[in-house]
């Protein structure tokens, strides 16, 4: 089973940084693209980041310029560091990584995190 653990969120004030953190873990051949997205109550969940393992990058028009998106393949670890934060950037946000369990099933599959809350004051 694969997991994702986020950490990193907290409560900053607005124009201040922050950097999550997702580590995956679990019997996994590759990981094949990980990103970011937030959530708020009662809206859909969008798409904050994500990054392949080409290292393309993808970044929603609301933050880019702000955060920066980084994975460590090594350690199957990705990065969002966030600057410059905004009070409509407060949100929980979820890390999501597409995955190959195994080569004898050549199939992307899809996991996700519980989410870090991250609340930025004005």
């Known amino acids: 089973q694969v997991q994702l653990v986020e950490s990193g969120g907290g409560l900053v004030q607005a124009g201040g940084s922050l950097r999550l953190s997702c580590a995956a873990s679990?019997?996994?051949?590759?990981?094949?693209?990980m990103g970011w997205y937030r959530q708020a109550a009662g809206k859909q969940r969008e798409l904050v980041a994500s990054?392949?393992?080409?290292?393309?990058?993808n970044y929603a028009v609301s933050v880019k310029g702000r955060f920066t998106i980084s994975r460590d393949n090594a350690k199957n670890w990705v990065y969002l560091r966030m600057d410059s934060l905004k009070p409509e950037d407060t949100d929980v946000y979820y890390c999501?990584?597409?995955?190959?369990?195994?080569?004898?099933?050549?199939?992307?599959?899809?996991?996700w995190g519980q989410g870090t809350q991250v609340t930025v004051s004005s």
């Open positions: 999501k990584a597409v995955v190959t369990l195994t080569p004898m099933r050549p199939y992307q599959y899809q996991y």
């Open positions: 679990g019997s996994v051949f590759s990981i094949n693209a």
């Open positions: 990054i392949t393992s080409d290292g393309t990058t």
